[in-house]
């Protein structure tokens, strides 16, 4: 919580606790029913790790929360404004909510610094100094700031991941989201990008992450949503989840995923 | 130095250096001869060249006449350049009064510096799109006066003024309305999105010689009685109607490489959609798209050369009439050499220009 004055926000002040409320979502991509009656509560603070099997539907969820894709049926309230037609207010909320993509999606035109001051100038009542400044110590917090002046081919995966997060960061975002941000990623480099997401998370933000990384769900999670084929198929306290799992999905993917050691 | 001795101060293997006779006998062995069909190509090419140039030469330079008053002082048995340089005037100014040249010669100069603008880096991205916003009205107003100029008419303009005018104000409009048009055509809203798809399908099924007919004769009709559009506003309308279409799906095509990626990451940003494109998606494509736009550039140099048919003089109506008029009378080859030359210098600094954005681009890719 005590990030939530750090990052000052335009949106007038919300006493709610309740940063997400998911309300039977259903998705349909054609006649693929991609989510099926999700309902999801996240309270600011929290973080929370949603994993399953590919295909059933985890990104497609985190996906809804800022609209790149749009739900059918069901209700979406982030931060207190609920998801409708209005264009401005789904702005309003996408700049209140910071996302990192499995591919990073760094603007390859833009030096790092750029990455991360454009948005500002472009989407924030900021002044150019304002963001170079707010953006260094950004880059610095996520150990890129000599790179600052580089373009995003010149470096590593995992150099542009950690700058796609900071890049996100600079928005002053109450919520982040993160879709499988490692699994593009060389083994060496998914612990870089996996400390700065620790170290976010321990600063309070409110975390939704898509990942495989069981070993950072038990380390930092505050629930661990498991879902397969569209639907919330158990949610609970990481300890709780991955000791004594209820339902059979559940157990077959653990042990599947835990065979193959992806766990740290 | 011996390369031992660089080896052995830094440590670090250097690619061995060969004497520069030994590069020239290399280049000649492996890129002149290397198989005897190639030598045969070769050596043919080779005596082709020795025995064409100096006649070549001769005619076009030693024993041509470059001085004199008329086609009787030319005796050197080479080329006759006096309807050239004894019109060159024409060629350049077309029938410009006298008085007034000094503002054609501003109008090239300032479009002569585009070059130069886009070629140094130093200068501010934001000076030089200024520039170019503001350059074709300033091209109108010197050629064609107005406020605190003295009006010129236009059927006074001829010659390479044309041509130049016409290509470079022709540019500086086509590149954003085929912007435009691509954008539109990826719309999401039907109605627009329809109407550049009609808009380029049509002017594309047109030959461009169509257009310039429509544009000399039936766009008047759609005008009130006695309101008359300036021809050369009328030719250039349609020059840049016709690139703007080609351009939009060079253009377009450029939009569908783009990966999804871009657009999430700029939604996801909270960037509007004219944010999202002028900030993030335009400034890559049209990067990557410089190539074939510069060559639609090119082709719309060439194109303005059409508007001789509805009465336009531009350089190619100087030099046809050059060839008809009575004292120049049989020296078609001079004159249409001069005007292959004139548009060879122009589209191949153009073309090597966009070789050269071209290479940059492969550097900052790697």
């Known amino acids: 919580m005590s990030t939530a004055s750090q990052f000052s926000s335009t949106v007038s002040a919300n006493h709610d606790t309740t940063a997400i409320s998911i309300d039977n979502l259903n998705k349909w991509y054609g006649d693929f029913h991609a989510l099926k009656n999700i309902s999801l509560k996240v309270t600011s603070g ?65 030096s790092v610094l750029k990455n991360c001051t454009l948005p500002q100038t472009a989407n924030l009542r900021v002044s150019q100094a304002e963001a170079i400044e707010y953006a260094l110590s950004l880059l610095d917090r996520v150990q890129m700031r000599e790179h600052a002046n580089k373009y995003p081919g010149q470096l590593s995966g995992g150099q542009q991941q950690r700058i796609a997060i900071a890049r996100a960061l600079c928005m002053r975002p109450k919520i982040m989201l993160f879709d499988e941000p490692t699994s593009a990623l060389d083994p060496e480099m998914i612990a870089e990008v996996l400390e700065v997401m620790v170290d976010l998370a321990n600063d309070g933000m409110t975390m939704l992450c898509v990942t495989h990384e069981m070993g950072f769900a038990r380390r930092v999670a505050d629930r661990v949503v498991f879902m397969d084929q569209g639907e919330i ?25 835990l065979d193959h050691g992806v766990t740290a | 130095m011996t390369v031992s001795a660089t080896q052995s101060h830094s440590g670090v293997q250097v690619p061995p250096h060969h004497p520069l006779g030994h590069q020239v006998t290399r280049w000649i062995k492996t890129q002149l001869f290397p198989t005897p069909f190639q030598s045969c190509l070769s050596l043919i090419t080779l005596v082709l060249l020795v025995w064409f140039t100096p006649l070549a030469l001769d005619w076009l330079l030693f024993s041509a006449t470059f001085v004199g008053d008329s086609k009787a002082d030319c005796i050197g048995g080479g080329a006759c350049w006096l309807p050239v340089t004894q019109r060159i005037e024409l060629f350049v100014y077309g029938f410009y009064p006298d008085t007034e040249i000094w503002r054609v010669n501003i109008a090239f100069g300032l479009a002569a510096a585009i070059l130069p603008l886009l070629y140094i880096k130093q200068i501010d991205r934001r000076w030089v799109l200024g520039y170019l916003i503001v350059l074709p009205f300033l091209m109108w107003w010197l050629l064609k006066g107005g406020v605190g100029l003295p009006e010129v008419s236009s059927t006074k303009f001829a010659g390479i003024l044309v041509t130049v005018f016409l290509g470079v104000i022709g540019m500086l409009f086509a590149l954003p309305m085929g912007v435009l048009l691509a954008l539109g055509r990826r719309s999401n809203k039907p109605v627009i999105k329809l109407l550049s798809v009609l808009y380029i399908e049509l002017v594309r099924s047109v030959p461009v010689i169509t257009l310039l007919f429509m544009a000399s004769l039936m766009i008047q009709l759609l005008f009130p009685e006695g309101m008359t559009i ?36 700029a939604k996801a940003l909270g960037f ?48 046809m009439s050059t060839t008809a008029a009575p004292e120049w009378l049989g020296l078609e080859h001079e004159v249409y050499l001069f005007l292959a030359l004139f548009f060879f210098t122009i589209c191949f600094t153009l073309s090597r220009y966009a070789r050269h954005l071209e290479k940059q681009m492969e550097k900052s890719r790697s």
């Open chain 1, 233 to 257: 198929v158990e949610e609970a306290p990481p300890q709780q989840f991955f000791d004594t799992p209820q339902s059979a999905r559940t157990k077959r993917f653990l042990t599947q995923i």
């Open chain 2, 272 to 319: 509007s959609y004219w944010k999202t494109m002028g900030l993030i998606i335009l400034p890559q494509v049209l990067r990557n798209t410089i190539p074939p736009l510069l060559t639609q550039f090119i082709g719309l140099f060439k194109e303005t050369t059409l508007v001789v048919v509805v009465g336009v003089l531009d350089v190619v109506g100087i030099a």
């Open chain 1, 46 to 110: 929290e973080r929370i790790v949603v994993c399953g099997p590919s295909g059933s539907g985890k990104s497609t969820l985190i996906r809804c929360i800022n609209q790149l894709e749009r739900h059918q049926q069901g209700s979406l309230t982030v931060l207190g404004e609920t998801l409708d037609e209005n264009r401005k207010r789904l702005q309003r909320i996408r700049r209140n909510v910071g996302m990192c993509f499995q591919h990073f999606n760094l603007f390859p035109h833009l």
């Open chain 2, 230 to 265: 300036d021809i050369f506003l009328r030719v250039l309308i349609v020059l840049i109607m016709f690139t703007a279409a080609y351009m939009a799906e060079t253009i377009r095509g450029g939009l569908q490489g783009m990966p999804s990626g871009q657009y999430e990451a």
